[in-house]
T-cell receptor
Framework: DTGVSQDPRHKITKRGQNVTFRCDPI?????LYWYRQTLGQGPEFLTY????????KSRLLSDRFSAERPKGSFSTLEIQRTEQGDSAMYLC??????????????FGSGTRLTVV | QKEVEQNSGPLSVPEGAIASLNCTYS??????FFWYRQYSGKSPELIMS????GDKEDGRFTAQLNKASQYVSLLIRDSQPSDSATYLC??????????FGDGTTLTVKP
């Protein structure tokens, strides 16, 4: 296992189209997170899973965004009816269950979305 | 007010100097704190974690945490040009979610 994998690395789409991104976490990590990052800003939390359960979803996330993690392995993030404001880097991260406290993340390389 | 605040910089230091990066947080529910390094066009990479008040050293990096003051810092000793990057501070809760600052851009000049 070489880390967190994200696919695709880049996606250019026309406004109004749907897009789906995939994330494969580190196999022994049961927590998976999605963040969004725009230029000059820190990563912004979108949602996270422990195993297959989606535990929290940001209220900033409109109902055009949906994420799944079937069987607690890989995850997908879908954006429906994309808007230009959705253009960003979408980062996936995974971590182990917190024991003494939350662990830091291992990030994937990200998917850069451009909506034209 | 953002939950995690960092000086945006840019911070410039000469090679071999100590770089000092600072961060404050507002959520007292944050239990653990992290520093990530992000090179331009790349994803963040975890470089330090700190869970208790005091200092934690790892090679040229020292993280400091003061929960009473809600303050976290990162010192980089003997700075190298390869340390030039954006440094992100993050606070994590026991639920596992982390909140990030907007980062401080560091430039180390040869």
């Amino acid at each position: 296992d070489t880390g967190v994998s994200q696919d695709p690395r880049h996606k250019i789409t026309k406004r109004g189209q749907n897009v789906t991104f995939r994330c494969d976490p580190i196999s022994e990590h049961n927590r998976l997170y999605w963040y969004r990052q725009t230029l000059g800003q820190g990563p912004e939390f979108l949602t996270y899973f422990q195993n297959e359960a989606q535990l929290e979803k940001s209220r900033l996330l409109s109902d055009r965004f949906s994420a799944e993690r079937p069987k607690g392995s890989f995850s997908t993030l879908e954006i429906q009816r994309t808007e230009q404001g959705d253009s960003a880097m979408y980062l996936c991260a995974s971590s182990d269950s917190p024991g003494r406290g939350p662990d830091g993340y291992t990030f994937g390389s990200g998917t850069r979305l451009t909506v034209v | 007010q953002k939950e995690v605040e960092q000086n945006s910089g840019p911070l410039s230091v000469p090679e071999g100097a100590i770089a000092s990066l600072n961060c404050t947080y507002s959520d007292r529910g944050s239990q653990s704190f992290f520093w990530y390094r992000q090179y331009s066009g790349k994803s963040p990479e975890l470089i330090m974690s700190i869970y208790s008040n005091g200092d934690k050293e790892d090679g040229r990096f020292t993280a400091q945490l003061n929960k009473a003051s809600q303050y976290v810092s990162l010192l980089i000793r003997d700075s190298q040009p390869s340390d030039s990057a954006t440094y992100l501070c993050a606070g994590g809760t026991n639920a596992g979610k982390s909140t990030f600052g907007d980062g401080t851009t560091l430039t180390v000049k040869p």
